[in-house]
């Protein structure tokens, strides 16, 4: 059984790796990930339940509604269903296909609709604000979400890319159940304030993009990255991806090898076991497009790093 941690103050029990979806969105739109095939999808959904994990992420944004939708579609064929995570705040215009950010209250809640719609659910576990944009209206956004949970629509509200003042902002009003901010070995923002001040009051912590997009993964290098669909936003317009970070990138990635070949375990669970080492991480969200992706992931799970393992990571990092 994979291992588990409690989401925050709620007492949920969720497995330390879940499924991202984001690249099941698809390519057209602009922050998409290239073409993907939705049976594919459908197929690394399934696996990711069958390898033990219990949770699932997406929004309503990924795909503009597509990811929701085919994740709809292999929710239908479960008799169990997994704990599912959402988000608002992006909306789009279908002609155009551009996005603009609101979190009115009357557009949080047909949001909310629009999700239960495509994911063909009752109720969604877990409603999160994806970006605290308009930063005024970040109160009366949750202000709605907290208005979903008492009707029953929503089950805890969590927010995401959130600092610790819009958090003070709006613990308030209702309970945050999680935070979700980017966290991986080459994006360290949260680790000084936003972890410890989400363990102090109780919110959860579900980290995303913990292979910084495939890059800690060993398998990306130029060649990958100028065979990427055009329409994969990470080629297009991810500055990680382009020169000079690359290089310096690919770099540490290279250094990292033999500390993931000394514990017999690949770079992929190495990148996943280290953001897990943070005991405030309740867990690790990551993106998988196809079933042989979610069996290299899942047993990062039981990857525990010694310190002088963490030492070593630390010192590639700085270097
Ligand atoms: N709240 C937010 O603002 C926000 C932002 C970003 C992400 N997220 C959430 O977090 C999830 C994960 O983040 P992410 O998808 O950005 O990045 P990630 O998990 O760091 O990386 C995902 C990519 O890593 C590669 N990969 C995954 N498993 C692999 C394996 N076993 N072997 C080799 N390569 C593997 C794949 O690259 P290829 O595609 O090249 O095969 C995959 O698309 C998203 O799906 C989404 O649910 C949320």
Same mark, same amino acid.
Do not use: K
């Given at each position: 059984m994979m291992k588990m941690r409690t989401l925050g103050y709620t007492g949920e029990q969720l497995t330390t +790796? #879940? $499924? #991202?979806t984001w690249a099941h969105g698809g390519g057209d739109w602009g922050f998409g990930w290239g073409a993907q095939d939705d049976a594919e999808s459908v197929r690394a959904i399934r696996a990711a339940l069958d390898t033990g994990m219990n949770w699932v992420?997406?929004?309503a944004v990924y795909g503009l509604g597509h990811a929701e939708e085919v994740l709809g579609r292999a929710l239908k064929e479960l008799p169990e269903k997994p704990f599912v995570a959402t988000k608002c705040s992006l909306l789009w215009d279908d002609e155009t296909r551009k996005t603009r950010s609101s979190l009115r209250a009357d557009s949080v809640r047909a949001e909310c609709e629009a999700s239960l719609q495509r994911l063909g659910l009752e109720v969604i576990d877990l409603y999160q604000i994806h970006w605290p944009k308009p930063d005024e209206e970040? =109160? =009366?956004g949750w202000g709605a979400v907290a208005d979903l949970i008492? =009707? #029953?629509k929503v089950r805890y509200g969590g927010v995401?890319?959130?600092s610790v003042d819009q958090m003070k902002r709006v613990q308030s009003i209702h309970p945050i159940a999680s935070l979700q901010p980017p966290y991986s070995m080459l994006e360290r923002g949260v680790e000084s304030e936003l972890l410890p001040w989400c363990a102090e009051n109780e919110v959860g912590v579900i980290v995303y993009s913990p292979l910084q997009k495939g890059l800690l993964t060993g398998k990306i290098d130029r060649a990958y990255v100028e065979a990427m669909d055009d329409r994969d936003h990470r080629k297009a317009r991810d500055p990680m991806f382009q020169e000079l970070a690359l290089t310096d990138i690919l770099k540490k990635v290279d250094r990292l090898r033999p500390i993931?070949?000394?514990l017999d375990i690949n770079l992929t669970q190495l990148a996943i076991a280290? +953001? $897990?080492r943070?005991?405030?991480v309740t867990a690790a969200i990551v993106g998988a497009r196809r079933p042989d992706q979610v069996e290299g992931v899942a047993p990062a799970s039981d990857v525990t790093l010694s310190e002088q393992t963490v030492t070593e990571i630390e010192s590639i990092l700085a270097g």
């Open positions: +790796v #879940g $499924l #991202g992420d997406t929004a970040i =109160e =009366e008492r =009707e #029953g995401s890319n959130f993931a070949a000394a280290w +953001v $897990l943070r005991s405030e």
